[in-house]
Nanobody
Framework: QVQLVESGGGLVQPGGSLRLSCAAS????????MGWYRQVPGKQRELVAT???????NYADSVKGRFTISRDNAKNTVYLQMNSPNPEDTAVYYC?????????WGQGTQVTVSS
């Protein structure tokens, strides 16, 4: 079992910045990739960014050049640095971890981009 706890969501102005954090606990040895998805009401959950244990990253086209995913293996934490967000980035952001036994999800954190 893996537990994921997100933090850092909230209200941010367009063009500002915000950093999300996701702390993993439990069977962390089984995690080989972590990442962020987001969801707005009435739409499917969509990929934002992922990072493997080796540091390989992948981003949705809509956030490339603006968002950066990183991880601190010593703290078992993954981050999402959101720069220059726009109102279309408003969503509930979910942290996820892919393990040898399946995928785990955090409870989600709301990000609202508005002036």
């Amino acid at each position: 079992q893996v537990q994921l706890v997100e933090s850092g969501g909230g209200l941010v102005q367009p063009g500002g910045s915000l950093r999300l954090s996701c702390a993993a606990s439990g069977s962390i040895f089984s995690i080989y990739a972590m990442g962020w998805y987001r969801q707005v009401p009435g739409k499917q959950r969509e990929l934002v960014a992922t990072i493997t244990g080796g540091g390989t990253t992948n981003y949705a086209d809509s956030v490339k050049g603006r968002f950066t995913i990183s991880r601190d293996n010593a703290k078992n934490t993954v981050y999402l640095q959101m720069n220059s967000p726009n109102p279309e980035d408003t969503a509930v952001y979910y942290c996820y971890a892919r393990t040898v036994t399946g995928d785990y999800w955090g409870q989600g954190t709301q990000v609202t981009v508005s002036s």
